[in-house]
């Protein structure tokens, strides 16, 4: 990414979020999470049946006197973040159905260029109540580059990892912040909406690479700052609630990095270095006439010593016999032939990332 002025990271700016951005180097982040207030609109208390009050949003930061005044508090501070963001940075808010359909369509006017609309599909919602609605099961993440033409960061293959060597989706299914994971004071939650540090994980793993920096203007109990450093990330928060500063900078204190930085490094594919085919061949990890196969074992071809394929009418690269059998114009021969393994078919790339791991 084109980096902007270095700034001073791994720390919590206590005040206003848009005059804390706008005091900031322009380009200076790689990503930010933004979580900001909904504009609830609650009306009065939300009770259960036992008539037992139920603790939700009540702060005076989520009160807004119309939706014209939301829309004015969110363009400020989309516009400031937009600002800070490298051209390749990407930003990711969330939100419910009181206020995600207005921040989205103020994204794309300030020039944003939505990547993704990422459903959180909780385990453990909270009931409806009154019985008068459905019951409020997800949240949304919309997910945007700084501009149509940036050039983001996508950790895909760290995604497939993740999710069990699966193409990952756009609806998440994560159960909410419980347990001791919830922060508290005097037995009650210490912030309404503190996330869960899964969901920020997936989406820091997702976007960012080792060193990069996070910033977070809705700071609130520090889960972005927390997940950030496991994850050998930098993070900038900015909390306007010294209360809240406070808490998140006492449990950034007990957060350690992970020791072994390459655990949590995400490169991807494309950055790697190149391996020919024909390394294999002279490092004897495959032999000169090896018998590859196609995936359901239709079509045969034999290792020559040049690193070439020959089929029984045709000869070339791994990727030109892999398009020739099956009369295509192109083929990833990496991971189509396999060898035979006891019996198991196993794709050729497997012999490639060892060897990777061998020079790196």
């Not at 260029?113 to 009931?127: A, C, E, G, Q, S």
């Not at 790697?272 to 085919?277: L, M, S, T, Y």
């Not at 006439?289 to 690269?317: I, K, Q």
Request: proline share 5%; aromatic share 10%.
């Amino acid at each position: 990414m084109t980096a902007g002025a270095p700034i001073k990271s791994n720390r919590i700016v206590v005040g206003d979020c848009v005059a804390a951005m706008n005091a900031l180097p322009e380009g200076c982040v790689d990503m930010v999470f933004a979580d900001p207030p909904y504009n609830l609109q609650l009306g009065g208390d939300l009770l259960r049946p036992n008539n037992s009050r139920v603790e939700g949003v009540d702060e005076a930061w989520d009160v807004f006197d119309d939706f014209a005044a939301y829309d004015r508090f969110t363009q400020a501070w989309l516009a400031a973040a937009r600002r800070v963001l490298k051209p390749d940075g990407t930003l990711w808010v969330i939100g419910s159905y009181h206020n995600i359909f207005r921040v989205g369509g103020i994204l794309q006017n300030l020039g944003f260029w939505i990547l993704n609309d990422v459903i959180w599909r909780k385990t453990n919602p909270m009931p409806n109540f009154r019985g008068r609605r459905f019951t409020n099961a997800h949240e949304t993440l919309i997910w945007c580059a700084r501009e149509k033409d940036s050039r983001y960061r996508f950790n895909y293959e760290a995604m497939k990892n993740l999710n069990d060597d699966l193409q990952m989706r756009s609806d998440w299914t994560l159960p909410l912040c419980t347990g001791a994971e919830r922060l508290k004071v005097a037995g009650r939650k210490a912030h309404p909406t503190q996330k869960p540090e899964a969901l920020l994980h997936r989406v820091i793993l997702a976007s960012t690479e080792m060193g990069d920096v996070v910033l977070d203007p809705f700071f609130g109990s520090g889960t972005t700052g927390a997940v950030a450093r496991k994850l050998g990330r930098s993070y900038l928060g900015i909390e306007r609630d010294g209360t809240y500063a406070a808490m998140a900078e006492r449990r950034l204190r007990d957060v350690r990095e992970v020791a072994d930085p390459s655990l949590v490094s995400t490169p991807s594919k494309r950055a790697e270095p190149r391996i020919p085919f024909g390394w294999l061949v002279e490092r004897g990890m495959l032999g000169v006439g090896a018998v590859l196969y196609s995936p359901e074992r239709r079509y045969a071809a034999r290792v020559r010593a040049d690193g070439t394929l020959v089929t029984t009418d045709f000869r070339g690269s791994i990727h030109q016999a892999a398009a020739h059998v099956q009369r295509l114009p192109a083929c990833n021969g990496w991971h189509y032939w396999c060898l035979d393994v006891r019996g198991r078919l196993v794709p050729i790339d497997t012999l490639r990332q060892k060897l990777r791991a061998e020079l790196n």
